[in-house]
């Protein structure tokens, strides 16, 4: 049974940085793509980053420059280094992944698997 945990969420101020986590168990992920998404308060679930099993990655314009994605194909994680914070950034911030044997991202990255979510809070 596939299972996701993140870590690494909390407060902090507009402009500071966080690094979320997220481990993955259950089967082997070297195939999988891993990535993140967010859902604020009364808005959509939305797409922020995912990285394939060769490296390759893509941002939501939002957070191009400002986020950047990774993986340890080793440590079946990955990561999200979030720097540059805002207000907006506020939301809980869920990790997924999806079996995709292509050296190329998904078009869109949907998940098939989902984390229980970490809350990021952002202060002005």
């Known amino acids: 049974q596939v299972q996701l945990v993140e870590s690494g969420g909390g407060s902090v101020q507009a402009g500071g940085s966080l690094r979320l986590s997220c481990a993955a168990s259950?089967?082997?992920?070297?195939?999988?793509?891993m990535g993140w998404f967010r859902q604020a308060p009364g808005k959509e679930r939305e797409f922020v980053a995912a990285i394939s099993w060769t490296g390759k990655s893509d941002y939501a314009n939002s957070v191009k420059g400002r986020f950047t994605i990774s993986r340890d194909n080793a440590k079946n994680t990955v990561y999200l280094q979030m720097n540059t914070l805002k207000s907006e950034d506020t939301a809980v911030y869920y990790c997924?992944?999806?079996?995709?044997?292509?050296?190329?991202?998904?078009?869109?990255?949907?998940?098939?698997?989902w984390g229980q979510g970490t809350q990021v809070t952002v202060s002005a």
């Open positions: 997924a992944v999806q079996e995709y044997s292509s050296q190329w991202l998904p078009v869109p990255f949907r998940g098939d698997y």
């Open positions: 259950g089967r082997t992920f070297i195939t999988y793509v």
